[in-house]
């Protein structure tokens, strides 16, 4: 077995993860963007040239060699002899699967209902090529153009449906996909693990190659205490707490097939928070009891700041709106990423009592996706469509979802509304130096409008206090649980920037080369 960690070997992101059998049949573990390398190159008014995608980011070494590219992107053949069979993608973060769009359709992508619905959505809202989950495909150009190695788009554009592997039967309106089984990505033993992250969907893979298990974690963090457990079905209901408990079933599920097939295990597990500075642990009871606290005792309007895809977030927020009689105010976008997400999966349909607290906020914007049109259009008819004048009459009423880019949207209220509101950070801290940028440009935001930040505070430098966020990573502690009940033969750590913690704990079963042959 050759185990090659292309991507995420020494730093934080962009996993990419080679497996390939003794009989030369292989897998992808993940197929992400590496910001880091990422951004020595491309900004947001800088990006690879669509025309020549696949020539740009080969050329700067953002994506490896290997014969698995679309080939309406007029990928070169390269000496590869490794048969890739499929990726995996462990979850929707663009750091796990934001380089999808450039797989030949051809590949299975394997991943959970939750990761496609949510990778459905953003791709209607107009991603860029690498991103696309759907293919739209390119042809090359024809004599009229000066260069006959530029990819031009097509009127009339070929549809190819991009082969998906989740254990049910995708509905698809456009025909965009293909379903697939387990048993035709790979010949063996396969097992998709669902476990507890900070997005829907994210899972760990558990595959039989050669004479072992190959376990693959993903991202995760840890499952609630036994002791937690009444909070969480009472306070934030049962779905909840079936979702929080993931982790522990997959480390039970991976026990199990370990003692009924009798196999070594192979561990790549990911160990993101090691190294890093923690002053408070927070988790998303912590969270969720700190944010309610803060809003019952404010009569202003409230700005709650979270990431579009953290679904489990904003049932957060919804939950607090419900107990303190308001209503949490989504844009069409975000709405429609919460609607998919019940249409795909109807674990995550809304009730009649929280749909009866959304509103939906008709932003200005002149060009709408369709799933944008549509959830203004079903709001409307509903009567669930909430306009500023309605926020500026009874502002103590709103919890407005909105963060840094949707700043432009508040103008449209009142300043007397806005002065001496409630702006709460529940998202992670700025890591680059183009964050930091855009925390100190969001600082002026905020003081033009007298509005009060919680979650972070602006000293000499930005400060995220981090009581209204909750990781979504293992601590080193659960790191250290996890790792000692599974008792794996061999540990390969990715997605991290402190190996020699493994090291120094399980010694020689922790292989921390890129290429790894067992």
Not at 310 to 337: G, N, W
Not at 391 to 420: C, H, R, T
Not at 440 to 465: A, C, E, M
């Amino acid at each position: 077995m050759h185990i090659k960690l292309i991507d995420g070997h020494d730093c934080i992101g962009g996993n990419k993860i080679l497996v390939t059998s003794s009989r030369g049949e292989g897998f992808l573990l993940d197929f992400g963007v590496n910001f880091k390398k990422w951004t020595l190159y491309f900004e947001e008014y800088l990006k690879p040239r669509t025309g020549r995608i696949l020539h740009d980011l080969l050329k700067l070494e953002l994506i490896p060699k290997l014969n698995i590219y679309r080939p309406d992107l007029m990928p070169p053949q390269f000496e590869s002899d490794e048969h890739v069979r499929f990726v995996f993608l462990s979850h929707a973060h663009t750091d796990h699967s934001g380089l999808i769009g450039l797989l030949s359709e051809q590949i299975p992508l394997i991943m959970t209902n939750e990761t496609f619905a949510l990778l459905s959505v953003m791709d209607q809202l107009k991603p860029s090529v690498w991103e696309q989950l759907a293919i739209k495909t390119r042809v090359p150009a024809n004599e009229e153009h000066v260069r006959s190695d530029v990819l031009v788009n097509n009127k009339k554009k070929e549809k190819k449906k991009r082969r998906i592997c989740t254990g049910d039967v995708l509905e698809s309106a456009d025909g965009d996909f293909e379903t697939v089984s387990l048993e035709q990505c790979w010949p063996g033993f396969v097992r998709v693990l669902p476990v507890y992250h900070s997005v829907l969907g994210a899972a760990a893979l558990c595959v039989e190659v050669d004479d072992a298990l190959v376990v693959y974690t993903g991202d995760l963090r840890m499952s609630p205490t036994k002791d937690e457990e009444d909070f969480w079905r009472f306070e934030l209901g049962e779905k909840r707490l079936d979702l929080s408990k993931r982790t522990e079933r997959f480390v039970q599920e991976v026990k199990r097939y370990r003692d009924s097939l009798k196999k070594i295990l192979i561990l790549i597990v990911e160990g993101t928070r090691l190294g890093r500075v923690e002053e408070s642990v927070s988790d998303e009871r912590t969270v969720f009891e700190n944010a309610r606290e803060l809003i019952s005792k404010t009569n202003r309007l409230v700005i709650a700041d979270f990431p579009t895809k953290h679904l489990e977030r904003l049932m957060s927020f919804l939950r607090i709106a419900q107990m303190c009689d308001r209503f949490l105010v989504l844009t069409p976008r975000d709405y429609a990423l919460l609607e998919n997400m019940g249409r795909i999966d109807p674990t995550w349909q809304l009730t009649e009592r929280e749909l009866s607290h959304i509103r939906i906020y008709h932003v200005a914007k002149v060009e709408f996706s369709k799933l944008e049109k549509d959830a203004v259009m079903f709001a409307k008819t509903v009567g669930l469509l909430v306009s500023p004048g309605e926020i500026n009459q009874k502002p103590e009423n709103f919890i407005i979802a909105a963060g840094y880019f949707d700043m432009p949207q508040i103008l449209d209220i009142d300043e007397s509304v806005l002065n001496g509101s409630v702006y709460i950070h529940s998202t992670s801290e700025a890591y680059t130096e183009e964050q930091q940028m855009d925390y100190r440009r969001f600082r002026n935001w905020l003081n033009r409008f007298n509005i009060q930040p919680f979650g972070l505070r602006f000293d000499d430098d930005i400060v995220f206090t981090k009581e209204f966020h909750a990781s979504g990573h293992l601590s080193a502690r659960d790191l250290e649980w996890l790792i000692g009940t599974l008792e794996p033969d061999f540990i390969i750590p990715v997605h991290t920037e402190d190996k020699s913690w493994f090291v120094s704990r399980w010694g020689n079963k922790v292989l921390t080369q890129e290429e790894v042959y067992l």
